[in-house]
Structures are given as structure tokens and as C-alpha cells.
């Protein structure tokens, strides 16, 4: 079973996974060449031969980041969920393997890629715990915009500020594979792993409209209505066409409830 950001397991993963080596300009070439052409293929959904590309990319040039979320990518439009969670995971680890090699140029390096991975973990096992122990019509919470001071942005501030964690792990990594994971995980019925996933996305990236909407949809459907609402007016204000039948059930459940407090 795939794991979801194990703290226990990081050191291990990072220690016994394929060694970075040289990167090769030819070999990259080819790669980005397969890569380019799969995207292409993917805004098409022709994702069974997007798949492929992908996949000879990646046997081309296994560092390639880009690859994995390709992959990934053309996994979920086959709605083939699981197996685009292992793909997105490989994506995490080899983003922050490919910032450090690119900036640092010491390949050699691999403590400061785990420590970076280190820190998403943590930061992640703290979301998830705060998600968790929340209440049904708690305050809304998780949108972050510029100069926006949220009670949850103000908390992981926090958790980086005391832990020394810093921002690169995050940014490492494109807010589009945890939006992914987050679809994957909801879709193969692990709700709260969705969830959690959809959060890191829009920390990330508060503009994600899409994963407000996926966000918006799974907080309803464990009766979490004020977020929810929070979190589809986001979604519409980016442009996102919400499903009507989705908002009309919402604005009955928080009418009814209005309705409940007030008797």
C-alpha cells in the first residue's frame, strides 16, 4: 500500500532508491523530446499513448520530475488511480532530487533533499492531524491569498518556524501532483488522504480552482458546510463551473441547519 507521507519510512526511501547520477544532455534531450510530445497527446486525452511516451521517457532519463507527473497525469484520465498514486509519489521524491541537483550542482548532495522531503512529510502529518480533530461547522479554513492571515496558514508558519523547516520542499514540487494525488485518493474512496492532499495543493498555490471545487465537493460529504462553501466560492470566483445539483445541496444543508440552530 502506498504510503501518504511516512515520516518513519523517508530516511529509508531516500538511502536505498535509485543513486543520482550524471545527468546526460543527450539522454535529457530525449527525454523532454517524449515528454513534450506526450503533453501534446494528454490535452487530446489520448492518454494511452501519452502513457507510453511518458514511460520511455522516464526509462530514458529516470531523474526526469516531469515525467512522473506526466505519467501520473495519463493515469488519472484512465482513471487508474492506484496506479497514478505510485507515479505521483515518484514525482514528489525526484522534483526535490532535481531542484537540488539543478541548484546546488552537487549531485552528491542527498541530505538536503531529505531534509526537504522531511519537511513536506512533517508538514503534511500536521494538516492531516489538524483535518482530523476539526468539527462539523467549524470555522471555515485552508484558503491562503497574499497577506491573508488565516488561523491555518498561521499554524504552519508556526510548525516551519519552530521545526527550522523551510519552504523548498514545497516548492519545489508543483501544486498540480498533489491536486492530482488528491483526486486519486478521493476517487479510490480514501476521503481523508483527499482531503489532506487538496490542502497541501492549495497551500502551495491558494489559485488552484479546481482543487477548491474537489475540496469543496469531499468537505460536504463529510458535513464540514461552512468550508465547504468557503471553498466552492473560491472555485467560482476562479472560473470553475460548479455542478448544480452540487450547489443546490449544499445551500439545503446550510439552510437546514440555520433553520436547527435557530429553533
Not at 543520482?20 to 544532455?25: H, M, W
Not at 469531499?218 to 448544480?244: N, R, W
Amino acid at each position: 500500500m502506498r504510503r501518504l507521507f511516512s515520516i518513519g519510512s523517508v530516511a529509508l526511501l531516500i538511502a536505498f532508491g535509485p543513486r543520482v547520477e550524471a545527468i546526460g544532455k543527450d539522454r535529457l534531450k530525449l527525454a523532454r523530446s517524449q515528454t513534450g510530445k506526450a503533453e501534446k497527446m494528454v490535452e487530446k486525452s489520448e492518454y494511452v499513448g501519452a502513457e507510453r511516451l511518458f514511460r520511455n521517457a522516464i526509462s530514458i532519463e529516470p531523474l526526469l520530475p516531469t515525467a512522473y507527473l506526466g505519467l501520473g497525469k495519463a493515469l488519472v484520465g484512465q482513471q487508474r488511480y492506484a496506479e497514478a498514486l505510485d507515479a505521483l509519489e515518484q514525482a514528489e521524491q525526484r522534483y526535490i532530487e532535481w531542484e537540488q541537483a539543478v541548484q546546488i550542482g552537487d549531485l552528491e548532495k542527498r541530505v538536503v533533499a531529505e531534509r526537504q522531503l522531511q519537511s513536506v512529510n512533517d508538514v503534511r502529518a500536521t494538516i492531516s492531524g489538524r483535518s482530523s480533530a476539526s468539527s462539523r461547522g467549524s470555522s471555515p479554513a485552508g484558503q491562503i491569498g497574499a497577506g491573508q492571515l488565516t488561523p491555518e496558514k498561521l499554524q504552519t508558519e508556526q510548525f516551519l518556524f519552530r521545526n527550522h523547516h523551510q519552504m523548498e520542499g514545497f516548492q519545489a514540487i508543483p501544486a498540480q501532483v498533489f491536486y492530482l494525488e488528491g483526486i486519486s485518493y478521493l476517487r479510490t474512496n480514501r476521503r481523508a488522504k483527499g482531503i489532506e492532499a487538496l490542502r497541501v495543493c492549495l497551500l502551495t498555490n491558494h489559485r488552484h480552482h479546481l482543487a477548491h471545487y474537489n475540496l469543496a465537493v469531499a468537505l460536504f460529504t463529510q458535513g464540514e458546510f461552512d468550508e465547504a462553501k468557503t471553498h466552492l466560492d473560491s472555485a467560482i470566483k476562479g472560473g470553475v463551473e460548479p455542478h448544480s445539483n452540487f450547489v443546490a445541496d449544499l445551500e439545503l444543508a446550510l439552510g437546514s441547519r440555520q433553520i436547527t440552530d435557530g429553533k
